[in-house]
């Protein structure tokens, strides 16, 4: 019997399964009377390469969504392993209740172009102006511009490249918490010639 032949499927209802994502802090507020404040996001990402565009999925009743409804401005700050607790807690507390940043240990920074603060910690924080607002159902989906980006710059190599990858990036699946592992190929490897 050929190996495909004993794949068995079962058929599971429609719902969201698309995984890992990246659970990612992003930051808002900081500005119109605004506190800054941080909500967990596993539903990220890129949208559009030209200009560079990024999405992420909020339910109107966060306390977030009143915030970037309102300015219209916020920073995707990628966490590594060691903010992993605080994706956790910003994930189940309110900012309507806590002020996230004490509460979590981590320190907000200037932004380069837009007034929420980015996350000093992340290595890797995203500035996005809203472009729109699709009102999909249970989630609002940002669709934002990123204007500006800055990186940790510990991880740049000696070759001048970022090496996103050494500081334990984190994945999110079915509920749980994961640190990418092991690489095993990069972009096009399958279509280059081996190595004798
Ligand atoms: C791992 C993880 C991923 C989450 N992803 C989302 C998401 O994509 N969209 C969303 O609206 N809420 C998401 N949440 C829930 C919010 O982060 C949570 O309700 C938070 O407390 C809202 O904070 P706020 O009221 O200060 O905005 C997620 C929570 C966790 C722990």
Redesign the pocket.
């Known amino acids: 019997m050929a190996k495909r032949d004993r794949i068995e499927k079962q058929s599971w209802k429609p719902g969201n399964v698309l995984s890992p994502?990246p659970?990612v802090l992003v930051s808002?507020g900081g500005t119109g009377g605004w506190k800054p404040?941080?909500?967990?996001?596993?539903?990220?990402g890129n949208v559009c390469s030209d200009p560079p565009m990024l999405s992420?999925?909020?339910?109107p009743?966060?306390?977030?969504?009143?915030?970037i409804r309102a300015t219209r401005e916020f920073v995707v700050n990628v966490p590594s392993a060691g903010q992993a607790w605080a994706?956790?807690?910003?994930?189940?507390?309110?900012?309507?209740?806590?002020d996230?940043f004490a509460g979590a240990g981590l320190t907000p920074a200037p932004a380069l172009k837009l007034r929420p603060p980015i996350v000093l910690e992340c290595p890797l924080n995203i500035e996005c102006r809203v472009q729109k607002s699709l009102e999909l159902g249970s989630?609002t989906m940002f669709v934002a511009e990123v204007v500006a980006v800055q990186v940790s710059a510990d991880l740049m190599d000696g070759k001048g490249r970022f090496r996103l990858e050494k500081c334990g990036l984190l994945a999110?699946a079915h509920?749980q918490?994961f640190v990418l592992g092991r690489r095993i190929g990069r972009f096009g490897y399958s279509i280059r010639k081996r190595r004798r």
């Open positions: 994502t659970p808002c404040n941080m909500i967990t996001i596993a539903w990220a992420i999925s909020v339910r009743e966060r306390y977030s969504h009143e915030i994706v956790d807690w910003c994930g189940v507390v309110s900012g309507r209740d806590e996230k989630h999110f509920g918490y």
